[in-house]
């Protein structure tokens, strides 16, 4: 297992109690995108039927929490972490409520900066940072708890979601969800986010040599690897979780039952991210992420030559299971590798890299959807980029494996 030995540890109860907290925030707060994804084709009907335009808000919205993590990142460092997401929730809010506007600018602005940059992104990244400070024994299991909030409410939101915009309307369910993110989130954030207590200034696994090196190598070449694997793993990560329900409906599959398959691909994926935690607890966060990108890759693949509603299913469940366990593995790593010192701008830079991964890959399969009039040849896209993230992700555990000593 990768821990300090003889140091005591600062996981308390209390420890559990946050990242816990942190699940709940980030459950609520990554709901408000799930609305456009359930939405797209209404929404695109409105738009000359062109769905890119509301992939492209989706998009934008995770390349605004991504970006945002950076200046939130620094902002959640000098007036706290509480202060930050309460400031979120309210962006989320103003978001939603810009997002049904009418015109397609205040669908983007309203998604990218607001929901995104403002909103999510006063969360996401500052949350990575924050819970790793409670933890130092069991730091991949509470990374892999919290970062799971995006699959909880990518299982609970999107069925509640799909009967409230057929009774409601897109719009309607858009304001009122983003006066439920504000009386929830705020309360919460007032309530339990508190300082964590002082870690030591170094990674866990003291990887940065005297010669401030990685692995024998400049820090930021590695980091650049990092970042440059993390864009193509969440390019194909991307593409069912933003066009499932309209893959399913273009194969004649109800929308609800797209919507339900969307929840049993992040249900599955919640619950296998514990397992992958337990994994990276153990074997570290590089292995696990090749291990997770190889798995990725297959039920990628799957996609690409299933069209019946049970085989959707089960390929639904077991792209969950493979791709659950990668982003927190690489966040395990970069704490692992860098200094603790450093954390606070290298995880949103490196939540930045992913986060435009998803977006360039949820775009990307709506223009190729748009160019070809299905969605194989983004899912042949996924797949290649998924190839070239084996190559580089098994080229830096090859290094580790090499330059580092073994711990117990």
Request: one cysteine or more; proline letters at 5%; a positive charge.
């Amino acid at each position: 297992m990768h821990e300090r030995i003889g140091v005591p540890s600062v996981e308390t109860r209390s420890s559990w109690i946050i990242a816990t907290v942190l699940l709940v925030i980030l459950a609520l707060s990554f709901g408000a995108p799930w609305i456009t994804i359930v939405a797209l084709k209404l929404i695109a009907a409105e738009s000359d039927g062109l769905r890119a335009v509301p992939a492209l808000a989706t998009s934008l919205g995770w390349l605004g929490f991504g970006s945002g993590g950076i200046a939130m990142g620094y902002v959640a460092e000098r007036i706290g972490v509480r202060s930050t997401v309460i400031m979120g929730a309210l962006m989320i809010c103003i978001g939603l409520a810009l997002s049904i506007g009418g015109e397609t600018w205040q669908l983007y602005v309203g998604q990218g900066l607001f929901v995104g940059f403002f909103g999510i992104g006063a969360m996401n990244a500052p949350f990575y940072v924050y819970v790793s400070r409670w933890f130092d024994r069991r730091r991949g299991s509470a990374l892999a708890l919290i970062s799971s909030g995006s699959y909880v409410a990518g299982a609970v939101w999107p069925p509640i979601f799909e009967r409230a915009v057929a009774y409601a309307g897109w719009r309607q369910t858009m304001l009122y969800y983003g006066l439920f993110e504000v009386a929830v989130v705020v309360p919460l954030a007032a309530i339990f986010l508190r300082p964590p207590p002082k870690l030591p200034p170094f990674g866990a696994l003291g990887a940065m040599s005297a010669t401030n090196t990685v692995m024998g190598w400049p820090p930021n070449l590695v980091f650049a690897l990092l970042g440059a694997a993390g864009i193509l793993c969440c390019v194909p990560m991307a593409m069912p979780q933003a066009h499932l329900p309209a893959f399913c409906s273009d194969l004649g599959i109800l929308a609800s039952h797209g919507a339900a398959m969307l929840s049993v691909l992040l249900g599955t994926a919640f619950l296998s991210r514990q397992f992958w935690g337990w994994v990276a607890d153990r074997v570290g966060g590089l292995e696990t992420v090749l291990t997770g990108s190889a798995c990725q890759m297959i039920a990628m693949t799957a996609f690409m030559f299933t069209q019946d509603e049970v085989g959707l299913f089960t390929v639904s469940a077991a792209f969950g299971l493979g791709f659950a366990g990668i982003i927190p593995a690489y966040v395990l790593a970069i704490r692992e590798l860098y200094p603790a010192s450093q954390a606070f701008w290298r995880i949103p830079t490196f939540l930045l890299c992913s986060g435009g991964g998803m977006a360039l890959g949820g775009w990307l399969a709506g223009v190729l959807y748009d160019h070809f009039g299905t969605y194989a040849p983004a899912f042949a896209a996924g797949v290649g980029a998924n190839a070239i993230n084996l190559v580089i992700v098994g080229t830096l555990v090859f290094r580790h494996r090499s330059r580092s000593p073994r711990f117990a």
